[in-house]
């Protein structure tokens, strides 16, 4: 079953715009959250996180918005640029798992387009 | 610094063949985590190393995948008599500990191994 989704494969926006990138998640267990970016032929480099027991963590062009009770999680991204073009991955940890086990959706290609 | 590195880039294997996909943590690192990523999906997680500890094997998906860590650094992950549905990118990726207690350590990611069965 998949625990994470990211149900947008893909988005596109204009250079200065803001992407909003959503995830949802079944598993109740999660407790933390994190997004990756990744570009081709290179591994997932990480983003920003937020734990459950806040509702949003910014850093800089980065916020992402956690609402618990909908197990829904968002990455906004203002103002987009160019080079923040990549897939962008939603990972969710729970910390009754060994270790910090991330469990991932599927991705989002993001296209900011100039 | 060095990141996590692995070799190598690319693996093109016929059906049956057994092949090994290494794996080079950044130097500190006691957490080692293997995932693939297969054809649109997401990152799947196979096994994780922490320290001197039993590895956590609840992700391979068959008694065909084996993974080993030798002095808690270098890791290998063999896939035995592969089969076409094991292409997939191949990704390791480390953290500084990884355990409960600081289970929330980021993972660096290595760039992955793509891995082709014919």
């Known amino acids: 079953d998949q625990q994470v989704k990211q149900n947008s494969p893909s988005l596109s926006v204009q250079e200065g715009r803001i992407s909003i990138l959503n995830c949802d998640y079944t598993n109740s267990m999660f407790d933390y959250f994190l997004w990756y970016k990744k570009y081709p032929a290179e591994g997932p480099t990480f983003l920003i996180s937020?734990?459950?027991?806040?509702d949003k963590n910014e850093d800089g062009r980065f916020t992402v918005f956690l609402n618990k009770s909908a197990k829904h999680l968002s990455l906004h991204i203002v103002p987009s640029q160019p080079g923040d073009s990549a897939v962008y991955f939603c990972?969710?940890?729970?910390?009754?798992?060994?270790?910090?086990?991330?469990?991932f959706g599927e991705g989002t290609q993001l296209t900011v387009n100039p | 610094g060095a990141g996590v590195s692995q070799s190598p880039s690319n693996k093109v294997t016929e059906k049956g063949k057994d092949v090994e996909l290494r794996c080079d943590p950044i130097s500190g690192h006691t957490a080692l985590y293997w995932y693939r990523q297969s054809l649109g999906q997401g990152l799947e997680f196979l096994i994780y190393?922490?320290?001197?500890?039993?590895?956590?094997k609840s992700g391979l998906p068959s008694d065909r995948f084996s993974a080993e860590r030798t002095g808690g650094s270098v890791s290998t992950l063999t896939i035995q008599r592969t089969q076409q549905e094991d292409s997939a990118v191949y990704l390791c990726?480390?953290?500084?500990?990884?355990?409960?207690?600081?289970?929330?350590?980021?993972?660096?990611f290595g760039p992955g191994t793509r891995l082709t069965v014919l």
């Open positions: 937020i734990s459950s027991i806040k």
């Open positions: 990726a480390s953290s500084h500990q990884g355990g409960i207690a600081d289970a929330r350590d980021t993972q660096y």
């Open positions: 190393f922490q320290g001197n500890s039993a590895p956590d």
């Open positions: 990972a969710a940890s729970a910390v009754e798992t060994s270790g910090s086990r991330l469990t």
